[in-house]
C-alpha cells in the first residue's frame, strides 16, 4: 500500500469514527427532545383536566346555590380570595342556620372542612361583633356581649 492508500484509509476510519459519534449525538438528543414533549404534553393535559375540573366545580357551586333559593329564607355565598375556601354558603331558615359545603358526589372532605365539620358538630360556634374605627387609624375590637 502507498501512502496515499494508507492516508486515505485513515480518513475514512476518521470520517467513519466522525459519523458514529454524530449519530450517537443525535439519537441523544432527539431522545432528550422526546422527553421534554412528553414532559410538556403531561403537563398541557393536567392543566387543561385542572382548568375543566374548576369550571365544573364553579357550575356545581352556582347550581347548587340557586337549588337551594326555596329550601332557605337567605342564601349567603361566603366568597373569598383564596380557591381552597373552606365553605361554599351559609342557610338561613327560621329555626336554624346550616354551613352547606357543595361536594361533587362521592368526593370527601378536605381537612379544613373536617374541621369546621368537626366545630360545628362539637356546639363550638358563636356570633362574633367587631366595631371598626377607620378615620384616624384602623381599630378593630370586640364588642362586649
Not at 373569598?80 to 362521592?106: H, W
Amino acid at each position: 500500500m502507498t501512502d496515499l492508500e494508507l492516508f486515505l484509509a485513515g480518513v475514512v476510519v476518521v470520517l467513519l469514527l466522525v459519523l458514529v459519534a454524530l449519530v450517537l449525538v443525535i439519537n441523544y438528543f432527539r431522545r432528550r427532545a422526546q422527553t421534554y414533549f412528553t414532559n410538556w404534553q403531561t403537563r398541557q393535559t393536567g392543566a387543561y383536566q385542572m382548568g375543566t375540573h374548576q369550571v365544573m366545580g364553579d357550575f356545581s357551586q352556582v347550581l347548587g346555590t340557586f337549588s337551594f333559593l326555596g329550601d332557605y329564607e337567605q342564601i349567603i355565598l361566603l366568597s373569598t380570595t383564596s380557591a381552597q375556601s373552606s365553605m361554599d354558603l351559609l342557610g338561613i331558615k327560621s329555626d336554624c342556620l346550616d354551613f352547606i359545603e357543595l361536594k361533587k358526589k362521592g368526593a370527601g372532605l378536605q381537612k379544613a372542612e373536617r374541621k369546621i365539620k368537626h366545630l360545628v358538630d362539637q356546639g363550638k360556634v358563636k356570633y362574633v361583633i367587631r366595631d371598626v374605627e377607620l378615620p384616624d387609624s384602623v381599630r378593630i375590637s370586640e364588642r362586649p356581649q
